[in-house]
Structure formats: structure tokens, C-alpha cells
Nanobody, 128 residues
């Protein structure tokens, strides 16, 4: 079992920044890839960013590339998402997810079905 708890969401003006955190517990955090997804009202959940178990491999969705940075601290079992230059269209509930079924996997998963544990989500609202 893996438990994931997100924090750091809130209300910010367009152009501002937020840093999301995801605290993991349960299985060895450093063994598996992690990702961030988001879901806006009336829209499907979409991939935001993913990171390999080692932190070396990273992948970003087209809409956030160059503005968001994913990172992890395996010593603290924590995943981060630094979000800069925020836009109103970034408004959504942000979820962290873990792919614990493929420890030490060679790639960064991007599809929802590749992740088997999810947090409860944290709301990010960007005002114009």
C-alpha cells in the first residue's frame, strides 16, 4: 500500500507561483516513478508531469513545459511540483500518483492507467 497526501494548493494571481508537495508513505518511495495530474471542472484528468524513480528522467505535458518543474526528495519520500507563470487555465484539482507496480522502471509513465495509487488532490485556483 502507498498513501499519498498533497499540499500546497491555494489561490494565486495570474503570473504567480505555487509549490505543491506530495508526501508518500508505505512502500519504498525511492523505488518507483511518480507523477502529477490535474482535473478542471467538466474536463478529463490530464497528465502534468512525471519523474522516474531516480529523479533523472522527467517528462512534462505540453501545456506546462517550461513553466512547471517536477522534482523529488527520496530521503524525505516527497514529490514536488514547482509552478511558475501560472495562468487561469491552470486552475484545477492537482493529484499526485505513484506507479508502484514497476519498481526501477526505465521510463516515465504518462497515462492514467499506468499509475496505481492516487492522492486526494489539492485545489489550485489562478485568478486573472
Amino acid at each position: 500500500q502507498v498513501q499519498l497526501v498533497e499540499s500546497g494548493g491555494g489561490l494565486v494571481q495570474a503570473g504567480g507561483s505555487l509549490r505543491l508537495s506530495c508526501a508518500a508513505s508505505g512502500r519504498t518511495f525511492s523505488n518507483y516513478a511518480m507523477g502529477w495530474f490535474r482535473q478542471a471542472p467538466g474536463k478529463e484528468r490530464e497528465f502534468v508531469a512525471g519523474i522516474s524513480w531516480s529523479g533523472v528522467g522527467k517528462y512534462y505535458g505540453d501545456s506546462v513545459r517550461g513553466r512547471f518543474t517536477i522534482s523529488r526528495d527520496n530521503t524525505k519520500s516527497t514529490l514536488f511540483l514547482q509552478m511558475n507563470s501560472l495562468k487561469p487555465e491552470d486552475t484545477a484539482v492537482y493529484y499526485c500518483a505513484a506507479d508502484s507496480r514497476r519498481p526501477y522502471g526505465p521510463s516515465v509513465p504518462r497515462a492514467i492507467q499506468e499509475y496505481n495509487y492516487w492522492g486526494q488532490g489539492t485545489q489550485v485556483t489562478v485568478s486573472s
